[in-house]
Each structure stands twice: as C-alpha cells, then as structure tokens.
C-alpha cells in the first residue's frame, strides 16, 4: 500500500516570502499526485494534479509543484505567498489502477502580513 | 449547483449509540469516499465506492458500516464499536476511481 509523509506539519512565513513544502509517498509503481488546499472554514479543495507529462505542474492561485520520480517527491512551491494563503495543504497519492487516496499529515501554513 | 451535501454538520451522541452521518451527491459520479480528519494526521480512508452495490473497506474501517443502495447516497454509520469516534468525517465522491475528489463540507460528531 502506498503511503505519504510531510515533512513540515506547521510553517509560518510572512507575505511575500517564498514556500516549499516538502511531501514524501511511497510506492513502486506509477502514481497520480495530488496538493489539496482547506482554507479556514471552507471545505477541501484541488490546488493541482499530476497524471503524466510534464513534472513541473501549475495550478490555481499561483501554485506550482515538481515531480520528481527519483526522489518520490512531489513539492508545491510558490514563489511569494499572501495572507490569504494561509490554509492547511495536504499532499495525496493513489496509483493509476486503484482509487485508494492516501493522505500525508497536512501542513498548516500561517502567513503573517 | 453540483456538489456534496452532508448533514448535518454537528452531531453529538451518547456512548454506546449508533449514528448514522448522511451524504448525497448530484455530480453523478461513480466513486463515493469516506475519510475521518484527525489533528495532525490527516485524512484516513474509512470506506469507498466503485459503483452502487460495492464497497470496500479503507484504512480504519473498524467500527464503521456503510451502504450504497443508491449512485447518489453513501451513508456512514458509526456504530458503538468504535473506539474513538470523536472527529470530523470527509465525505466526498470523484467521477471514477482516480480522479480528483470532490468534498462535502463535513460533519463534526462529538460522542461523550
């Protein structure tokens, strides 16, 4: 079974710093990515996918992540963050052939303006 | 407006009675999923659904039942076997398996 670590469970930047949070999974065979995003009081949401392709993924609000097969790493990045970036991130992981999505711990991102 | 409507959205219940938390999606998606959110855990997989008539248990299925008579509904039932049932419970549902996921706005269950 697959199963997915992130490395930071809370980090504090101030507006316009830039954001790496680091995630982890582990697994042999090929894998669908995923960031979603909990802003305060609302429900979880998409931030951005990997399927194939190209490993350098854009998705909303300025987000970006890079898969890297050989690290089994799937980073989200952006290069300066807002306050209303403040959320807690969840990295996910399932294979191609099955529907199981794995969860990591989540990281609560706190920004300061 | 498509989505997932879960009901309600607090809960609470005495020790040693069954609860039953309410999930309906109008996306018309095939794969329906239970997760619990716990602090600093995460999200852990409960139950899911391929397709009506099936489930399978997730990571911590033990305490839980769940049905799927109908494409649109995936009741949980939190029964007094449970251990810890205290916590906020995830439904959501994806167009087939391995799609991202769509999520309800949870139901936070408080047993004392």
């Known amino acids: 079974a697959q199963s997915v670590s992130q490395h930071n469970h809370h980090v504090i930047l101030s507006e316009a710093a830039s954001l790496e949070l680091g995630c982890n999974y582990s697994?042999?065979?090929?894998?669908?990515l995923f960031w979603y995003v909990q802003y305060p009081g609302q429900h979880l949401q998409l931030l951005l996918k990997y399927f194939s392709g190209d490993p350098l993924v854009k998705g909303i609000k300025g987000f970006e992540a890079e898969f890297i097969k050989s690290k089994f790493s799937f980073n989200l990045r952006k290069p300066s963050v807002q306050w209303s970036d403040t959320a807690e991130y969840f990295c996910?992981?399932?294979?191609?052939?099955?529907?199981?999505?794995?969860f990591g711990e989540g990281t609560q991102l706190t920004v300061n303006p | 407006d498509g989505g997932i409507t879960q009901s309600p959205k607090y809960l609470f219940r005495k020790e040693g009675q069954n609860v039953t938390l309410s999930c309906e999606q109008n996306?018309?998606?095939?794969?329906m999923y239970w997760y619990r959110q716990d602090p600093g855990q995460g999200l852990r997989l409960i139950y899911y659904?391929?397709?009506?008539?099936?489930?399978q248990k997730g990571d911590i299925a033990e305490g839980y039942s769940v049905s799927r008579e109908k494409k649109e509904s995936f009741p949980l039932t939190v029964t007094s076997a449970q251990k810890n049932p205290t916590a906020f419970y995830l439904c959501a549902s994806s167009l087939q398996p391995g799609s991202p996921l769509h999520f309800g706005n949870g139901t936070r269950l408080t047993v004392t």
């Open positions: 697994y042999g065979g090929t894998v669908n």
């Open positions: 996910a992981v399932t294979t191609t052939s099955g529907s199981r999505l794995t």
């Open positions: 996306l018309n998606h095939d794969a």
């Open positions: 659904s391929q397709i009506v008539n099936d489930f």
